[in-house]
């Protein structure tokens, strides 16, 4: 693919075919394109050439909602939760959606009535361990707990395609381990790409890594092969023993 933003070239002919229930690492220095991609991907930019396929179906002109409908949904480095509303009340908005789409007339019926909302929201809040905090309301969470919301946000959607950007961001070490752990036990259940800084992450728990640098892959491979390569060392983790 291929993006453009007046004379700059942020994505320059990326190519990348993901395998079901594995994790994709995207890496590189900042302005290497990684977030242009992954807004791609999760329909919020479009490309000025080439085309993205999820399984088999052409997205590369659909929206946002379309893809999410689809069953591709994205987690923000930002979290994007609702403060105000209890972790159960935060599940149940994608969950609804999920189940519902779009706009529909009878939207304003009771959502109980609305059938596999309610097993989605318990079945996210398990995975995500906050079962015992349903009722808490979100501003109350602990900065971990609020990562993990974001998380179950995507996951209520019931993705098979979960896009994750930069899951650690902000975490102790303690609430990193937390994470790649839940990360691994998700990728049975949507397959994963993320785009992550932290190289135990990466290293811990992609299955393939592509590097990113000035818009073009320069190499991809698993871990081991990631490490061990001189033109990554060069343009991305310099004088890092890894």
Not at 8 to 21: C, I, R
Not at 126 to 153: H, I, M, N, P, T
Not at 231 to 238: D, I
Request: one cysteine or more; proline letters at 4%; a negative charge.
């Amino acid at each position: 693919m291929v993006k453009r933003f007046g004379g700059l070239v942020a994505v320059d002919g990326v190519s990348l075919e993901v395998q079901p229930n594995s994790v994709t690492a995207i890496i590189g220095p900042n302005g290497a394109g990684k977030s242009t991609f992954f807004k791609m991907l999760a329909g919020e930019l479009h490309p000025d050439a080439g085309q993205i396929f999820f399984k088999g179906e052409d997205i590369t002109r659909r929206g946002v909602t379309a893809v999410a409908q689809l069953g591709i949904s994205k987690s923000y480095q930002i979290t994007q939760i609702f403060p105000k509303l209890s972790v159960e009340a935060n599940l149940t908005i994608p969950a609804l959606a999920r189940r519902r789409g779009p706009f529909q007339a009878d939207c304003f019926r009771n959502i109980r009535s609305v059938a596999g909302v309610d097993e989605i929201v318990r079945r996210v809040m398990r995975q995500v361990g906050l079962d015992a905090r349903a009722a808490v309301r979100a501003d109350e969470l602990s900065y971990g707990e609020k990562r993990r919301l974001e998380f179950g946000l995507a996951l209520a959607t019931e993705p098979e395609l979960l896009l994750l950007d930069e899951p650690s961001a902000g975490m102790s070490p303690t609430e990193t381990q937390d994470t790649v752990a839940l990360l691994r036990e998700l990728r049975s259940a949507a397959t994963i790409v993320i785009v992550e800084h932290d190289m135990d992450v990466v290293f811990g728990l992609a299955d393939r890594i592509i590097v990113l640098q000035d818009g073009r892959i320069i190499a991809s491979g698993s871990a081991e092969q990631i490490r061990g390569d001189p033109r990554v060392q060069e343009a991305y983790l310099g004088d890092v023993v890894v």
